[in-house]
């Protein structure tokens, strides 16, 4: 990103509390975009919403729905995102600079709980897509790196044995949406390719260093590099598909063990540890396949009624007729 692009996107910080972390997301990363009229995306890490939200009200109170503010001010707009959503608070349709915004304001703690252990995948998802990082007070660049590293463990168990490198990185980006509710009438159903190809060229620099640490390990190998159809070979066998179930987040292999059941062993340094059982590939990616989707349509159900009550019956219905308006013309 360039230096300038960077810092106009920056100084939307300067009118916020401050954050330990804040990412970018979406259009505003496509290499070619120059469209100032689309909403820019903000993710912001703080350790305390309360306060946060508390101050950013007297700062902001505009970017909020006006009956959380009278009825509960930050304390009720913390509870609806911690009880009814998922950790995360949106403001949307935030008017900047002549540029339309959104910004989630999330619990670090639940930040770096959902990237090591995909206990909700919701942003754990978003930050396995390119995201440009404007702060990051608590390196979760480096913490994200076990969330890189899961995603594409995921998504080789899910491909077949052969593959192009388009494909791995259009696997690992719809795994966020396997089972997500906006996706049967409010989503582009195009969105996945879409974000994949204005992006290739992100997700190859993002995911270059972990696909190298699969070719070390046998897992995979490169049979051809030819731009965005470099083609890709994987082991498909049982020792390899351990490999890759052993790489995924506990919480995933908790699921899958209660499916396909667990064995017990003792590791070299004397710790009791549990394995999934796997009979064949196929059985372990239909099980990984639906323990995520059942987690992507829980998180994604309680953040649309979180979002609901958090914008308000006018500006939810907006933003949710602006995402039909795109899924419908994908399907015409």
């Not at 052969?162 to 089972?179: N, P, V, W």
């Not at 308000?312 to 007729?321: D, E, F, P, Q, V």
Request: glycine share 6%; with cysteine.
């Amino acid at each position: 990103m360039e230096t300038t692009q960077r810092d106009e996107l920056s100084s939307f910080l300067s009118v916020l509390p401050p954050v330990d972390f804040c990412c970018v997301y979406g259009s505003t990363l496509h290499p070619n975009n120059q469209d100032k009229s689309k909403m820019v995306d903000y993710i912001l890490g703080v350790s305390d919403p309360m306060q946060w939200h508390s101050q950013n009200l007297k700062m902001n109170s505009d970017h909020y729905a006006s009956w959380m503010v009278h009825l509960g001010g930050a304390r009720l707009i913390t509870n609806v995102a911690d009880k009814v959503g998922v950790g995360v608070h949106f403001n949307p349709f935030v008017n900047w600079n002549d540029r339309k915004l959104k910004y989630g304001v999330v619990r670090m703690h639940d930040l770096v709980q959902d990237i090591l252990d995909w206990n909700r995948f919701y942003l754990s998802g978003r930050l396995q897509k390119p995201v440009h990082m404007l702060v990051d007070n608590l390196d979760i660049e480096n913490v994200n790196s076990v969330n890189k590293r899961a995603a594409i463990s995921a998504a080789l168990l899910l491909l077949p044995s052969k593959f192009t490198e388009k494909d791995l990185y259009a696997k690992i980006c719809s795994l966020s949406y396997m089972g997500d509710l906006r996706m049967f009438f409010a989503e582009d159903t195009n969105k996945v390719n879409k974000i994949v190809k204005g992006q290739f060229d992100l997700f190859q620099s993002m995911y270059k260093p972990f696909l190298e640490e699969c070719e070390t390990k046998n897992l995979l190998r490169f049979s051809s590099a030819e731009a965005s159809h470099s083609k890709l070979v994987q082991d498909s066998n049982l020792s390899a598909t351990r490999s890759l179930v052993s790489s995924l987040p506990a919480s995933v292999r908790s699921q899958m063990g209660k499916s396909l059941g667990e064995k017990k062993f003792v590791s070299e340094t004397g710790r009791v540890m549990r394995e999934v059982c796997i009979g064949s590939r196929e059985e372990a990616a239909k099980c990984m396949g639906n323990v995520m989707k059942r987690r992507v349509m829980v998180s994604s159900a309680r953040q649309a009624v979180s979002g609901f009550l958090a914008v308000g019956a006018i500006n939810a219905t907006m933003y949710l007729s602006q995402k039909m308006r795109k899924a419908w013309n994908s399907r015409a």
